[in-house]
């Protein structure tokens, strides 16, 4: 198996080390005057190339399982979830805790957009930025659904708060961290 760190699009399948999620200041318990109306729906009114800043980020449902390290098998292409994440993973605020600087403090992280949400096939089938991508709506518990981000923890979608960081394993360990894959 060949190690997958998860976040954003990953067209040449290249290691990929941290998520795309709002910034630390944007972690919430409740949603407030930074995130976008939710009242008016706008993201089935818009195309993604169509939001703005705010309402991309306001998509991130703060599950955080794009922070994790994935493991791909070589033979199958089957995508193994660890409970191993990026080393910048904040696991009390599933967020990165230095978002604007990821790319540069983790090369290999990428940043996700329109065109290649639609292309991952490692992201969870519970993202928002793929579900949208595809032409699906938001899952029930989405925190613009819901107007909490809590509502993620108790759909049972968030990532636990027991995570190991990825400086604290080795690769050659990391197929002994492989959980039950949610997607």
Known sequence: MKKQPVCGPNPRNAPVLSAVVPPADRAVKKMDARIPDTTSRYWEKKSLEEMNDAEW???CDGCGRCCLVLLIDDDTGETHETD????????????CADYNNRAARVPD???LSPQTARTLTWMPETCAYRRLAHGEGLPAWHPLLTGTR???VRAGVATAKTLLNEDEIRDQDLPGRVRALRR
């Open 109 to 111: 992280c990428v940043t």
């Open 84 to 95: 191993v994440a990026c080393r910048l993973y904040d696991v009390e605020n599933r967020r």
């Open 57 to 59: 980020e306001a998509l």
């Open 150 to 152: 809590e509502s993620v």
